[in-house]
């Protein structure tokens, strides 16, 4: 079955910018859709197709995807981006989700 | 504007059963194919299953095909999810989401609160 992986952990310095990776077998060849979510909140959309967001998500959030790694990039990262990113993908008619990154905003 | 609201989580014996629900508004219910992921304590998201808008196609992960059944009833704009034999590792917050499609992909665009279930002697 098909896998995404992601990096348990990212830190970044408020300001700076954040770049969560997401791993899979030649992912670049499907879409890539990005979660996130906070402690006791449910799941949000930011990033599907690879890199188009939906309204109401902040210009600094960005995603890419090619060869086998699929990128969430933050830029200018707020301590209100500090979550938890999935990103995932299809499988046939399933859903893969990788891991999960814990973003910390030190 | 997009209301999903679950219910029908609680406190059940391992090997239970457990009927969550998913009540639907703001969008035209029977146009989109629905899914139920869960979210375990200190684990990531895990998809649980699809049924599509109409229901006639569903699919299941591995960890719950045989134990869970996901329904729907377009009338009542509301979504099921039948979980029989429940075991201890099916604890989890379990979230019904919205599909949305567009340039050839599909994604999860809207999300319920979720209705957490605690599998427990």
Known sequence: SY????????????????????????????????????????????????????????????????GNTATLTISGTQAVDEADYFCQAWD????????????TVL | QVQLVESGGGVVQPGRSLRLSCAASGFIFGGHAMHW?????????????????DGSDKHYAKSVKGRFTISRGNPKNTL?????????????????AKVDCSGGTCYLDSWGQGTLVTVSS
Do not use: H
């Not at chain 1, 990776?21 to 890539?32: E, F, I, T």
């Not at chain 1, 859709?33 to 939906?54: C, E, F, H, M, N």
């Not at chain 1, 046939?92 to 973003?103: A, C, D, H, P």
């Open chain 1, 3 to 66: 896998e995404l992986t992601q990096p348990p952990s990212v830190s970044v310095s408020p300001g700076q910018t954040a770049s969560i990776a997401c791993s899979g077998d030649r992912l670049g060849a499907k879409y890539v859709t990005w979660y996130q979510q906070k402690p006791g909140q449910s799941p949000v959309l930011v990033i599907y197709q690879d890199a188009k967001r939906p309204s109401g998500i902040p210009e600094r959030l960005s995603g890419s995807n090619s």
């Open chain 1, 92 to 103: 046939g008619s399933t859903v893969i989700f990788g891991g999960g990154t814990k973003l």
């Open chain 2, 80 to 96: 099921y999810l039948q979980m029989n034999s429940l075991r201890t590792e099916d604890m989890a917050v379990y979230y019904c």
């Open chain 2, 37 to 53: 992921v869960r979210r375990a304590p200190g684990k990531g998201l895990e998809w649980v299953a699809v049924i599509s808008s």
